[in-house]
């Protein structure tokens, strides 16, 4: 395999700052470390991200989780090793990624459900970690990154 061309930005000038900047913003807020690669993950998975699918089940297994938890993201509604807080985020994460799969893209059900678990400023991290993981995702597949491959 090998990348259609480097990394959208490592080459324009200041956009690795700016992402890796947003990066860290997003991740205040309250949220648990855990809860953002989680979602990561699950938003890499459904937009095909290899980069990031291989990188965020690897922080979550450098950060002790279990096979089980890293391995059934894909398959959490079915699965029994997520919290109700973390279902809700990985809810939200599926929402936000799929905006054009429904009319109402993130429906008052979800948005209630999340606020049950989250207050406001937690919300606000977890939308914008979210979007962030989607750029990222988007950088990576578009140019055909390779997982493993050092930038």
Known sequence: MKARMGNPAMIVPGA??????????????????????????R?????????????????????GESDER??????????PYYTDAE???????EAVTRLSDRSDAVPDELWDEVADHYDEA????????????????????ATRQVAGAAW
């Open 16 to 41: 690795m700052d700016a992402l890796l900047a947003l990066g860290k913003a997003s991740a205040k807020g309250g949220v648990p470390e855990t809860t953002h690669t989680l979602v990561h993950l």
């Open 43 to 63: 938003a890499s998975q459904i937009n095909g991200c290899s980069v990031c699918v291989d990188m965020h089940a690897r922080d979550l297994k450098k950060a």
């Open 70 to 79: 890293v391995f059934a993201v894909g398959a959490w509604r079915e699965t």
């Open 87 to 93: 279902r809700a985020a990985l809810a939200l994460a």
């Open 122 to 141: 937690q919300i606000a991290s977890l939308i914008m970690s979210i979007a962030t993981v989607n750029l990222w995702n988007r950088l990576n597949a």
